[in-house]
């Protein structure tokens, strides 16, 4: 700027130049400063966040866990119950079959030897034999007819009562004894009502606590 053309220009020195502009660098330096400051408290932020996005994954897999756990702990032990009732049920049914069973051989037996014998005596009986034998056979077959039990009974059918927000936890299984129905229209062995997988649950991480929706 010394040059005639530039001598009309205010000459600055360079010493003082830098004195005149250093304060507005610094300020600006200072600018960064509370850039790098908020930068790094921004950056703590997003660390506390990924932070509370682990321990929330870890409380929210940790009560899933024992949720099920104590569910399949409830689900085992109305399981063993509802058999424990079939197996009485079935061996008190059992014991009565088998003697009605019993009962049938025995009039069986009962009915093939007067078969057997009206045989011989249409064979080689007397006359007054033959006339007596009707009688004897009707009055026969009569009583086996009053003697001879039915097999009566009733059959066991499992319900299984629909998972929803009420029943988690209550009893699912129940056992219904109905009667044998011998014609094609038997009721299923096992019903089920409203089956709904998918029951409703909140986790509330830093509360500590779980909330059934």
């Given at each position: 700027?010394r040059?005639?053309?530039h001598?009309?220009?205010?000459i600055?020195v360079?010493?003082d130049?830098?004195?005149a502009?250093?304060?507005q660098?610094e300020g600006?330096i200072?600018?960064?400063?509370n850039?790098?400051?908020?930068?790094?408290?921004?950056?703590?932020?997003?660390d506390?966040m990924?932070?509370?996005?682990?321990?929330?994954?870890?409380t929210i897999?940790?009560?899933?866990s024992?949720?099920?756990?104590?569910l399949?702990?409830q689900?085992?032990a109305?399981?063993?119950?509802?058999c424990?009732e079939?197996s009485?049920f079935?061996?008190q049914?059992e014991?009565s079959?088998l003697?009605?069973k019993?009962a049938l051989h025995?009039h069986?037996g009962?009915a093939q030897?007067t078969r057997d014998?009206?045989?011989?005596?249409?064979?080689?009986g007397?006359?007054?034999e033959?006339?007596?034998l009707e009688?004897m056979?009707?009055?026969?077959?009569k009583?086996l007819?009053?003697?001879?039990?039915a097999a009566?009974?009733k059959m066991?059918?499992?319900?299984?009562?629909?998972?929803n927000?009420?029943?988690?936890?209550?009893?699912?299984?129940q056992?219904?004894?109905?009667?044998?129905c011998?014609s094609s229209?038997?009721p299923?062995?096992?019903?089920?009502?409203?089956?709904?997988?998918?029951p409703?649950i909140?986790?509330?991480t830093?509360a500590?606590m779980?909330t059934?929706?």
């Open positions: 700027c040059m005639l053309e001598f009309s220009h205010h600055l360079m010493a130049a830098v004195k502009r250093k304060p660098v600006l200072s600018s960064l400063d850039s790098i400051k908020s930068i790094g408290q921004q950056e703590e932020a997003v506390s990924i932070g509370q996005l682990k321990e929330s994954q870890s897999e940790d009560f899933a024992k949720y099920v756990s104590v399949v702990e689900l085992y109305q399981r063993d119950s509802i424990k079939l009485d079935v061996q049914q014991k079959y003697s009605i019993e025995n069986m009962s030897s014998f009206s045989r011989k005596v249409m064979e080689m007397k006359d007054y033959i006339l007596q009688g056979i009707q009055s026969h077959i009583r007819q009053d003697l001879i039990p009566e009974g066991p059918h499992l319900v299984i009562k629909g998972l927000n009420e029943s988690v936890g209550k009893q699912m299984f056992l219904r004894f109905e009667p044998v011998n229209g038997n299923p062995t096992v019903v089920a009502t409203d089956i709904k997988p998918e409703q909140t986790v509330q830093h500590q779980a059934f929706v």
